[in-house]
């Protein structure tokens, strides 16, 4: 048989009471309570239970009792008749240590002693004794006499070390606030867009302790998402104001952050299917004097509690800096793009004017000449004559879809393409039947070119015109002083293989004139949203057919549809090809 129970009170509760307030964390207070409640009981089987106010449960932290794996299980509502009917009983009795807490039973497990740890009627914790003293090793003594000193010096030492804890806990997050804005801040030199928003969503996180969180930029009068850290944009836009209105639209509309404590009891919301896993969330709008650019979205903490109002003024610091920051990211972006497209211009252009014939091929019994002026923007017209012998000359005129270097190498292909072709001295229709296979397996399916392919045929006197989506040729007949839309069925090239082109033969005569030209023509736009239109054209041809030269018909369009747009820009490429008979 072990000591007395006097020898044992006044020995080991002194030393065993010290040992508490020495303990320098919770687990150290926990090893402390176990050899004290062995060195009185000769036992040591207890379970603390801590309160979750978030989760409204009592939920074990430490056990000598369960398997670690089965601690989980025993938790306890705080709302629960036979919980709140023992804390009633405490409050009444103001006594720390209870012999009969069978009386609010049953329990789930055995309970032999039961220590309700509070503070000023704040609840701290609750401590359960499984198993009681053990006789065969221990004199009997009055347990509860002797364990309510234990008890109350244990709670005093846990209140101190829960106190330290919270006192280091804010330290260390104060430190980490600092710590991400400095970051935050050392990124306003940042040039590298997607770099820069991925560690502002980041450093966000780290900054309020939050689960997840997205960043939406402003593009095109939309918000869409741009960094994604486990939650994406339709989690986000699925909370709406009662009108329908999405928050983070109200968010950057109206420059105001909000703060979302608990989402589903929020009455100012609607709150989609997909946004049920919010139950708190932080968004701030980011903005700078000169422009709006998005949206950050913070959700949930680490710890489960709500976001507070220091959270969402601690991220408005950061956003803040981080608006210049992306500003200042964007503009670089902007310079860079614009950099990029001078010099993709500068190459397309370069290759538009290499494509162009350096000059008008002379052909005996007519008067050529061409023109093409671009548009501040290189599209896709280009022009050209394949030379056939003495007696036939090739005349094309093309149109390309889209801008820059896609269009003018798609040019370069269809010419050198069509030039193969042609000088096999095939008809036109068949010359495009070839070209347009060829250019169907190499351009992409949103690419396609209309292009007038013409053979002046002088022994013949005629003219030999396929027409593949193209506008319409127009021949000026002098005998007739008329003028002849050639309009044509076909279909552009590059789009669909295996088509069969048709071929319009018409004859001419001296003084005769076939004109072909591109929808910059027709096109042209003046101040008031105007267009030429092909009609203006036909009765200018009218007015100058006659002229002796071709070069002086193609002066006179050019000077017409100049004064006809005066100041306005012009979008697309404007080229002329005309084929003059003389003799």
Known sequence: MQSTFTTFQTGRLLYGTSDFHSARSLGQLYDHLEQVLYDFLGRSSFTLFFPSKLEQRLKPVHS?????????????????????????????????????????GPWPFPVEYC????????????????????????????????????????????MRLKSMEEIEKSLDETNARLLAINEIGELLGHLHLDTLLSKIVSLSLQLIRAEVANLMIL???????????????????????????????????????????????????EVDSSSHAIQSIV????????KD???????????????????????????????????????????????????QLRIARQIWENILPRSVPTFAGASISARSVPASVVGGDFYDFIPLGDDQLGLVIADVSGKGIPAAMIMNMAKTILHVEALRGDKPNRVLDTVNDLLVESTKMDSFVTLTYAVADRAN??????????????????????????????????????????????????????????????????????????????????????????ESIVEKVFLQVNDFVGDAPQHDDTTVVVFKVTE
């Open 64 to 104: 000598t009792y369960f398997p670690e794996d089965e601690i989980a299980r025993w938790t306890f509502e705080l709302d629960n008749p036979q919980i709140k009917s023992l804390i009633d009983a405490y409050n009444e009795t103001q006594i720390l240590l209870m012999d009969t807490p069978q009386e609010f």
């Open 115 to 158: 220590a309700l740890l509070s503070e000023e009627q704040t609840l701290l914790g609750l401590l359960v004794v499984h198993e009681g003293l053990d006789e065969t090793i221990c004199e009997a003594f009055p347990v509860v006499e002797v364990l309510e000193p234990v008890i109350k010096h244990f709670t005093q030492a846990l």
């Open 219 to 269: 593009q095109s009068d939309h918000l869409r998402s741009r960094v994604e850290m486990g939650l994406n944009d339709e989690v986000v836009r699925g909370i709406t104001w009662k009108d329908g209105a999405t928050m983070v639209d109200w968010v950057l509309q109206n420059h105001r952050p909000i703060l979302i404590e608990d989402l589903s009891r929020d009455p100012r919301f």
């Open 283 to 290: 968004s701030i709008p980011l903005f700078t004097t000169s």
């Open 293 to 343: 650019l998005g949206v950050l979205n913070v959700v949930n903490t680490r710890g489960g509690a709500s976001f507070s109002s220091d959270n969402m003024a601690t991220l408005q610091t950061a956003a803040g800096l981080a608006s210049t920051a992306i500003e200042n990211a964007l503009l670089h972006r902007e310079a860079i793009e614009r950099e990029v497209f001078r010099e």
């Open 461 to 550: 006197r005629r003219i030999l015109i396929t027409n593949a989506g193209h506008n319409p040729c127009l021949l000026y007949r002098k005998a007739t002083d008329s003028i002849e839309e050639l309009t044509s069925e076909n279909m552009p090239l590059a789009i669909l293989p295996h088509q069969t082109f048709l071929t319009q033969e018409v004859q001419v005569e001296p003084g005769d004139l076939l004109f072909l030209y591109t929808d910059g023509v027709t096109e042209a736009m003046n101040r008031q949203g105007e267009m030429y239109e092909i009609q203006r054209l036909q009765r200018l041809l009218y007015d100058c057919g006659h002229l002796p030269s071709a």
